[in-house]
C-alpha cells in the first residue's frame, strides 16, 4: 500500500483521477491539497468537497487549500476547457424538487494552509509519502522552498505536467500545468526528490470518447456514473469545437472524447506495466516569450549524471488503462 497526497485544480479530469485514487486498494490518500490552476483555489477547494461527496467515503481525506497564485506569474485559469465552476458547471443542475444535484462531502476544510499540510505529512511519513501533483506546482515548490530537508524525505512526486515531442495545449510549445507556474515547476524538477513525469506525450494517448463514456455508463444509476455524464458534457464540447477540429486535419485520428490527463499517474503508482518511461534531464522555459512554460528534455539522450534525472512516461497501453479505470471507478 502506499500512502499519497494529492495536490490537485479540479479540473474534470482531477475529479477522474481523485475517484481512480479512492476506489485503488494499492492507495491510501492520507491528503488532498488544492490549488489554483483550472479555475481559482477558492472554486477547486470547494470542488474537492463535491467530488469527495460524490463517493460518500467512509473515512475521508484531510482536505486543505493551497496557494491562490502562482510563484511569480499571474494566474492563468481554464474555465473554458472545464466550465466556469471548473466541474463542467454541474453546480447549476437541480433535483426535481429544486435541491443541487450534488452537495459537498460533509467535512471540513483543514485549518492548516496547503503547504504546510504538505509538509506535516511529508514528516509524518517520511521515506514514504508519494505527492501526486496534477495541477500546477505551485504548492509543492512552496513547500521545497519552506522546508526543503522535511521535502527530501518525500518517496516521490509523480506529475500530470509538460509536454516533449507533443505541441502545448495552451500555448504551441507549452502544457497547462507548467504554462501557469512554469516557476514552480522548475523548483521542483531541480530538487532532486525522484520526480515521475506524465506528459501530454503520454496522456493524448488516452481518448475518453462520447461513444465509450455512453457504452460505459448508459442505463446505471451509481452516483459516479451520474457525475461522469453531467461533468464532461461543456468538455466534450470544447474538445469538439477547438482540438478535433483542429488535430484531424493532421492525421486520421479521433475526433470525438476528452483526454483523462489526470488520470494517468494514479494508473502509474498502481498498475507501473501498463506505462513504458525514460529518463530524462528535465528543464522549464521560465523566462521565454513564445516558450514560456515549455518543458525540455533530450528523451534520445543519455541523462546528464550530474543533475537530477525525472523518469518520463511517453508511452501508455491505452486501452487496457481505459478498462481498468472503468473497471476501478464503478
Ligand atoms: O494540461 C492538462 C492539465 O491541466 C490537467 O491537469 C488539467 O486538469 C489541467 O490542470
Ligand atoms: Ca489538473
Not at 505529512?121 to 522552498?145: C, F, Q, S, W
Not at 475518453?208 to 452516483?223: C, K, Q, V, W
Amino acid at each position: 500500500m502506499q500512502r499519497i497526497l494529492i495536490d490537485t485544480d479540479p479540473g474534470v479530469d482531477d475529479a477522474l483521477a481523485l475517484f481512480l485514487a479512492l476506489k485503488s486498494p494499492e492507495l491510501r490518500v492520507e491528503a488532498i491539497t488544492s490549488v489554483s490552476g483550472n479555475v481559482h483555489v477558492e472554486q477547486a477547494t470547494q470542488n474537492v468537497l463535491t467530488i469527495l461527496g460524490v463517493l460518500e467515503l467512509d473515512e475521508v481525506p484531510i482536505v486543505a487549500k493551497g496557494e491562490a497564485q502562482p510563484l511569480v506569474k499571474p494566474l492563468v485559469t481554464a474555465a473554458h476547457v472545464h466550465g466556469e465552476d471548473g466541474l463542467g458547471n454541474i453546480s447549476t443542475l437541480r433535483n426535481a424538487d429544486g435541491s443541487p444535484r450534488y452537495l459537498p462531502a460533509d467535512t471540513e476544510i483543514s485549518s492548516t494552509p496547503g503547504v504546510a499540510l504538505i509538509l506535516e505529512m511529508a514528516r509524518h511519513y517520511p521515506d514514504e509519502l508519494v505527492v501526486v501533483a496534477l495541477g500546477p506546482l505551485t504548492n509543492i515548490a512552496k513547500a521545497i522552498r519552506t522546508d526543503p530537508v522535511s521535502m527530501r524525505r518525500l518517496r516521490n512526486i509523480v506529475v500530470m505536467g509538460g509536454a516533449f515531442e507533443e505541441y502545448g495545449n495552451v500555448t504551441t510549445t507549452a502544457e497547462f500545468n507548467i504554462f501557469v507556474d512554469p516557476h514552480a515547476a522548475q523548483d521542483v524538477f531541480n530538487f532532486g526528490v525522484p520526480v515521475h513525469i506524465a506528459p501530454l506525450d503520454a496522456t493524448n494517448q488516452v481518448v475518453l470518447t462520447g461513444e465509450r463514456l455512453h457504452a460505459e455508463i448508459a442505463g446505471r444509476r451509481d452516483s459516479v456514473s451520474q457525475f461522469l455524464k453531467d461533468s464532461t458534457v461543456a468538455c466534450m464540447e470544447f474538445y469538439r469545437q477547438h482540438v478535433w477540429s483542429r488535430r484531424s486535419l493532421q492525421a486520421n485520428i479521433e475526433t470525438d472524447g476528452i483526454h483523462i490527463h489526470d488520470a494517468l499517474p494514479i494508473g502509474i503508482l498502481t498498475h507501473p506495466a501498463y506505462f513504458e518511461s525514460v529518463d530524462a534531464y528535465v528543464q522549464v522555459e521560465t523566462e521565454g516569450n513564445l516558450t514560456n512554460g515549455m518543458t525540455i528534455a533530450d528523451l534520445r539522450e543519455e541523462p546528464q549524471p550530474q543533475h537530477p534525472k525525472a523518469r518520463v512516461c511517453v508511452k501508455v497501453e491505452a486501452e487496457t488503462f481505459l478498462t481498468h479505470f472503468f473497471e476501478r471507478i464503478r
